[in-house]
Each structure stands twice: as C-alpha cells, then as structure tokens.
Nanobody, 125 residues
C-alpha cells in the first residue's frame, strides 16, 4: 500500500486549503483513510477518517464544522477540505490507511499500518 499526500502550502488566516491523498496497492475494499497532523513539539493527532466500502466518516470533535473529508473513487483519492484556517492549524498533515471490517473507522494511530509522507501546511497570522 502506498499513500501520497499533497496540497499543503503557505496560506493566511481565514483561507481554505484542500489536501489530497492518493492511495494504491489495496487488496481489499475494507480499509479506511485517515487524516492526521503533527505540529512542532506536539503529538500527532487524528482529524478525520473515511471508510472505503461505504463512505462513512468520523471526525475528531474539534474538527467538525471546519474540516470535511471526502473522496473521489475514480481517482483513488481522499480529500481534506480545510476552511477558516488558523495559525494553530500549522502542522505537517499525513494521510494513513487502516484495515477495517464492519466497524466504523477510528482515529487511533496504532490502528493505521500505512502512512504517506506528510505535506506541510503553514497558516500565517
């Protein structure tokens, strides 16, 4: 499984940004893609996840309303739309994949076996 995140950049407070994650090498439909981020000096935190077989999603409570996860099946891509960005959103953003069965996806880092390289998002004040 390979994942590639892209779309990061330098933006100003209040701007929007859409991150993309392209995945390949999956041998089953039962997986989920999660978005995570890690700011300097902080632990990696989960933002949102999307389950591939049914499109169901789960968000970290603090991300609801500003961040939206979506997908384009034809492009094997999962997106993270980020609106009203704040300086505290500055971090390296990662996408990752976990195998899932019939349960909803979650944001437990230890469940994610496959990680892509991160993409830097910097929000200036």
């Amino acid at each position: 499984v390979q994942l590639q995140a892209s779309g990061g950049g330098l933006v100003q407070t209040g701007d929007s940004l859409r991150l993309s994650c392209v995945g390949s090498g999956f041998t089953s439909d039962y997986y989920a893609i999660g978005w995570f981020r890690q700011a300097p000096g902080k632990e990696r935190e989960g933002l949102a996840c999307l389950k591939n077989n049914d499109g169901s999603t789960y968000y970290e409570d603090s991300m609801k309303g500003r961040f939206t996860i979506s997908r384009d099946i034809a492009k094997n891509s999962v997106y993270l739309q980020m609106n009203s960005l704040k300086p505290e959103d500055t971090a390296v953003y990662y996408c990752a994949a976990e195998r899932v069965g019939y349960y909803p996806c979650n944001l437990d880092l230890s469940d994610y076996a496959y990680w892509g390289r991160g993409t830097q998002v910097t929000v200036s004040s």
